[in-house]
Nanobody
Framework: QVQLVESGGGLVQPGGSLRLSCTAS????????MGWFRQAPGKERELVAS???????NYADSVKVRFTISRSNAKSTVYLQMNSLRPEDTAVYYC???????????WGKGTLVTVSS
């Protein structure tokens, strides 16, 4: 059974930081590109950042410089360090695992990030 379990969301003031974590089980972590997506109320889900097994990362323009994605294959965990948070970063953040061979996608249940004073 595949599980992606996110943690680290919460309420933070503008300009603050949060670190999200997503731990995977039931998959061979090293053959998956890992990503973070987010969905704000009334908006479509969008890619925030992704990282390949080789460490190549990709970011949405809106979060470049502020957010950093990283992964630990030993811990089957992907992280998203979010700095200089803005109210427009408020959303449910979802972890995604994309099998590089089969194309199968797996999703976590999401963690809510609220940026507000």
């Amino acid at each position: 059974q595949v599980q992606l379990v996110e943690s680290g969301g919460g309420l933070v003031q503008p300009g603050g930081s949060l670190r999200l974590s997503c731990t995977a089980s039931g998959i061979l972590f090293s053959i998956h590109t890992m990503g973070w997506f987010r969905q704000a109320p009334g908006k479509e889900r969008e890619l925030v950042a992704s990282i390949t097994n080789g460490g190549r990362s990709n970011y949405a323009d809106s979060v470049k410089v502020r957010f950093t994605i990283s992964r630990s294959n030993a811990k089957s965990t992907v992280y998203l360090q979010m700095n200089s948070l803005r109210p427009e970063d408020t959303a449910v953040y979802y972890c995604n695992a994309h099998n590089d061979y089969s194309g199968t996608n797996y999703w976590g249940k999401g963690t809510l990030v609220t940026v507000s004073s």
